[in-house]
């Protein structure tokens, strides 16, 4: 592809079911057989809004391998980016892409949103719903309305919460069953038996409340506001709507990303282990990115050539990788079998600055307490979680993200600060957890820094994982 600043470069793209662009597929199968590749990197984006906004996150990162590998013996190293169908809200920073260079990037320094923009949804997200969500125009159209207008009126946010199931395609929720947007998709524990998060079935008004706390808290950790002001009023619940629509989408591309993954991605790299050299396989996710590399490999793709697994800021629960869940020992994580199918490590580089994984991830996740905790008994929101304390998550970590905490309940996995991963000895197999809060630190609210991976170190800790140019 031409533009790239690394040689020889593949595309696979993916609709949200997961099939693939053939022509594109055909052409990385065979001329991978014909070049004699050692290695193949293949990189998963999280948030994109488009194959051109993908590609040049694709190229940023890529961007310093050539240099670090240098003169590596004989290892030839080829790169593929994975363009599958995601979504970005356009108040979230675009991991490190320059705003002139990211088509529906808002406004303002580093293609940030600066605090107190204008209520209601920017031209670029409900441009960006719309592709998304094709068909639902009008749903997203009265959301966009009722974000704009607040009414003052809690029958509003009750018609904001019907209009979002629609959204997202749950219902029947009120007699407690639903059903998903992508029904094969494997549950998490952030769900309720039938798959679907209690967000989109408990009251509103107290969903909203929580919501808008955590981005009041979320501001605060990064300087924007004092974390302890927020409106509690319907004002307030308003900026929690808004944050409810993005977690609805979000819980959409999670399962989207699960399906690509295994339905999509799992079948491509067989294929490339077949091939006669067979390239080594160096699976590479951001995001909700890390969870469709990591569900390519819960599917029939035994004898493929996986040499390492590197996720950057993981979009999913840090209990994923354990072989029994400790809120429910009779339960294993959704992607237990998946480090033994690995001939390397799975390594989780995680930041304390992603407040996207570290706040709001959690605040949706715990949703799903509003039917009953896993020993039967209910709970009410006063007694979950008390905000007076200035956290979220007081002693309870059942509902952390991989990529804000690491690796959780996973025996004798290391705990690596990113100076040891980098020059120490590095763990050959099994779950490792990074922490790379030393570069990725930057970003704004709500999101914080989870976009902010495109950086030297994390290059060279996939070459490092993969051992790539090690001789």
């Given amino acids: 592809m031409t533009g790239m600043s690394v040689r020889p470069y593949w595309e696979l793209r993916f609709d949200a079911h997961g099939d693939v662009n053939t022509r594109p597929r055909d052409r ?27 590609t040049r996150l694709n190229d940023r990162f890529f961007a310093p ?37 990211a088509p529906g990037a808002p406004p303002g320094p580093d293609a940030d949103t600066p605090p107190g923009q204008p209520p209601g949804l920017d031209p670029d997200t409900h441009r960006a719903l719309d592709a998304v969500f094709p068909g639902r125009q009008q749903i997203v159209a009265r959301l966009a309305e009722l974000l704009a207008e607040r009414p003052e009126r809690l029958a509003a946010l009750d018609e904001f919460a019907v209009l979002l199931r629609g959204l997202v395609g749950v219902r029947g929720m009120s007699g407690g069953a639903g059903a998903a947007a992508d029904p094969g998709a494997e549950a998490d524990e952030d769900e309720d038996e039938d798959g679907v998060p209690a967000m989109f079935g408990e009251d509103v008004t107290e969903v909203c409340e929580r919501f808008a706390a955590a981005l009041a808290e979320a501001r605060g950790k990064t300087g924007a506001e004092d974390p302890a002001v927020f409106d509690s009023g319907l004002g307030g619940l308003w900026d929690g709507a808004h944050e409810l629509l993005r977690q609805g989408t979000y819980y959409v591309m999670k399962r989207r990303a699960g399906t690509v993954g295994r339905e999509g991605l799992g079948p491509v790299l067989g294929a490339l282990a077949a091939l006669r050299p067979a390239p080594r396989l160096h699976l590479v996710g951001h995001g909700f990115g890390g969870r469709l590399v990591s569900f390519a490999l819960t599917g029939p793709v035994e004898g493929a050539a996986m040499a390492s697994v590197t996720l950057l800021q993981g979009a999913f629960s840090h209990h994923a990788f354990a072989e029994r869940l400790p809120h429910a020992a009779d339960r294993g994580g959704a992607l237990r079998d998946v480090p033994r199918r690995v001939g390397g490590p799975v390594v989780c580089c995680h930041s304390r600055h992603d407040t996207a994984l570290g706040l709001l991830y959690p605040v949706a996740s715990r949703m799903s307490w509003g039917e009953r905790v896993s020993w039967g008994e209910r709970v009410s929101w006063d007694e979950r979680v008390s905000w007076d304390d200035g956290s979220l998550l007081p002693g309870d970590v059942r509902w952390g993200a ?9 025996a004798d996995c290391p705990r690596l600060e990113l100076a040891e991963a980098l020059d120490g000895p590095f763990p050959a197999r099994g779950c490792v957890s990074v922490d790379v809060s030393e570069v ?16 030297e170190e994390l ?7 993969g051992r790539i140019g090690a001789g």
Avoid at 402 to 407: A, E, N, R, S
Avoid at 459 to 465: M, Y
Wanted: proline share 5%; aromatic share 8%.
């Fill in 65 to 101: 391998f050539p240099g670090l590998l240098g003169e590596a013996g004989r290892t030839r190293l080829g790169y593929v980016g994975v363009v599958w169908p995601a979504m970005r809200f356009a108040d979230e920073s675009l991991g490190g892409i320059p705003r002139e260079e």
């Fill in 28 to 54: 990385l199968l065979e001329q991978a057989a014909q070049q004699g590749l050692t290695d193949l990197v293949v990189f998963a984006h999280g948030w994109n809004n488009t194959r051109t906004m993908a």
């Fill in 440 to 455: 990725v630190r930057h970003g704004v609210p709500p999101a914080g820094a989870h976009g902010d991976i495109c950086h």
């Fill in 402 to 410: 991989i990529g804000y905490d690491g690796v959780q309940a996973v």
């Fill in 459 to 465: 290059a060279r800790l996939v070459l490092r994982a």
